[in-house]
């Protein structure tokens, strides 16, 4: 398995509160993500890394913010969190994004309460 | 919107075959054919990709069609460990990590 760890696991956390999420790997993979899964959304892209300090967005990045200072180490965070950020979220990596082979390895996840 | 589709559901008994199909008729000559499973709770799992060829690896064997506009994954000897969610993505350069999960289909492998 591909050397990605995610923390914390679970989190239950307070409206309007800060959260950040971290994701670790060992692989010196260039290109890292984070999605999130919601029931009858699958997964959904929401911020991605191609580089330390290069990062975009995906399609759900509203309310949430990224950092890249390390290879290893991705990290998200959510400003003010909200009821509907209550999801569980994957990071993910690649060793290359824009040139096959494509393959992403995905972490265990986060399940993130938020009430 | 995903651009593949997939049966929402599918049984295949213990030890048999599991030939899971993907539509794609609208894929681009630059783009592969990825699959991946997600086990329940788990984060999704990379099995195979192809373009044009039929691949196989240790977990799977990917047949991909003459025209490209569809595949199937086949699990040779499905176990009740292959039940899950399993995911078929067109995906090529220019996407930057732009994975688009469909909902994909639910194996139920039974004893």
């Known amino acids: 398995d591909a050397g990605i760890t995610q923390s914390p696991r679970h989190k239950v956390t307070e409206t309007g509160t800060p959260v950040t999420l971290r994701c670790h790997q060992t692989?010196?993979?260039?290109?890292m993500y984070w999605y999130r899964q919601d029931p009858g959304h699958g997964l959904r892209l929401i911020h991605y890394?191609?580089?330390?300090?290069?990062?975009d967005k995906g399609e759900v990045s509203d309310g949430y913010s990224v950092s890249r200072s390390k290879t290893e180490d991705f990290l998200l965070t959510l400003e003010s969190a909200t009821s509907s950020q209550t999801s569980v979220y994957f990071c993910?990596?690649?060793?290359?994004?824009?040139?096959?082979?494509?393959?992403?390895?995905f972490g265990p996840g986060t399940r993130l309460t938020v009430t | 919107d995903a651009k593949t589709t997939q049966p929402t559901s599918m049984d295949c008994a213990e030890g048999r075959a599991a030939n899971l199909p993907c539509n794609h008729s609208?894929?681009?000559?630059?783009?592969?054919v990825y699959w991946y499973r997600q086990i329940h709770s788990q984060g999704p799992q990379y099995i195979i990709h192809?373009?044009?060829n039929n691949e196989t690896n240790e977990m799977a064997s990917l047949i991909i069609t003459e025209d490209r506009k569809s595949s199937t994954l086949i699990l040779p000897h499905a176990t009740l460990r292959d039940t899950a969610v399993y995911y078929c993505i067109s995906y090529g350069s220019g996407n930057t990590g732009k994975l688009i999960f469909g909902q994909g289909t639910t194996l139920q492998v039974k004893p």
């Open positions: 192809g373009l044009k």
């Open positions: 993910a990596i690649s060793e290359s994004g824009d040139r096959a082979p494509y393959e992403q390895y």
């Open positions: 692989e010196n993979h260039r290109y």
């Open positions: 890394s191609y580089g330390v300090k290069d990062t």
């Open positions: 609208t894929i681009s000559g630059n783009e592969y």
